[in-house]
T-cell receptor, first 114, second 116 residues
Framework: DAGVTQSPTHLIKTRGQQVTLRCSPI?????VSWYQQVLGQGPQFIFQ???????GRGNFPDRFSARQFPNYSSELNVNALLLGDSALYLC?????????????FGPGTRLTVT | GNSVTQMEGPVTLSEEAFLTINCTYT??????LFWYVQYPGEGLQLLLK?????DKGSNKGFEATYRKETTSFHLEKGSVQVSDSAVYFC???????????????FGQGTILTVHP
């Protein structure tokens, strides 16, 4: 079975622009989470979605938003990009949110803001 | 809030040396604990986990024991290989209900380099 897939792999944007990152979970997984990993640091939680509803939000500004589709794939949107948004964005999927099954991570999208 | 602290890195070892990477945590209740590994240019892979006190997680020769009395989850391997060179992250997940309880809280990561 395919693992978690993310697209694009790499992305270069200019300050002030908007970006959309995409994630497809493992088949059968209904929960998707997004994390930001700045170079040299551990991943930081951004959002968790389950059954198309937001179930958790980390300490990120409103410029960050996400949604989950009926097929359980997800998009992360970041508006008005700042240099500090440059990071590896990781998506993770799991079976159920309530039971808190372990999360499986995708390879990430490397975002560079210039 | 919950937090994870890992030993300062990087760690450089010779092949077949013994490895210890320290991890301590702060959390309410009884979290689940994890070690993830990240190879260059890749995402995170779950290495091992423990869900309750005194549990020992193990995988690929790596071990870690959930010590509630010392709030620790130190990673050990008896004999490292060059292929173990990677970044290792300790993480916790709160097991109580409520918002974001599925969220993982990570340490800052420890870079391990193993030389032949």
């Amino acid at each position: 079975d395919a693992g978690v897939t993310q697209s694009p792999t790499h992305l270069i944007k200019t300050r002030g622009q908007q970006v959309t990152l995409r994630c497809s979970p493992i088949s059968g997984h209904k929960s998707v989470s997004w994390y930001q990993q700045v170079l040299g640091q551990g991943p930081q939680f951004i959002f968790q979605y389950y059954e198309k509803e937001e179930r958790g939000r980390g300490n990120f500004p409103d410029r960050f938003s996400a949604r989950q589709f009926p097929n359980y794939s997800s998009e992360l949107n970041v508006n008005a990009l700042l240099l500090g948004d440059s990071a590896l964005y990781l998506c993770a999927s799991s079976l159920w949110q309530e039971v808190a099954y372990e999360q499986y991570f995708g390879p990430g999208t490397r975002l560079t803001v210039t | 809030g919950n937090s994870v602290t890992q030993m300062e890195g990087p760690v450089t070892l010779s092949e077949e040396a013994f490895l210890t990477i320290n991890c301590t945590y702060t959390a309410t209740g009884y979290p689940s604990l994890f070690w993830y590994v990240q190879y260059p240019g890749e995402g995170l892979q779950l290495l091992l986990k423990a869900t309750k006190a005194d549990d020992k997680g193990s995988n690929k020769g790596f071990e870690a024991t959930y010590r509630k009395e010392t709030t620790s989850f130190h990673l050990e391997k008896g004999s490292v290989q060059v292929s173990d060179s990677a970044v290792y992250f300790c993480a916790l997940r709160a097991n109580a209900g409520g918002t974001s309880y599925g969220k993982l809280t990570f340490g800052q990561g420890t870079i391990l380099t193993v030389h032949p």
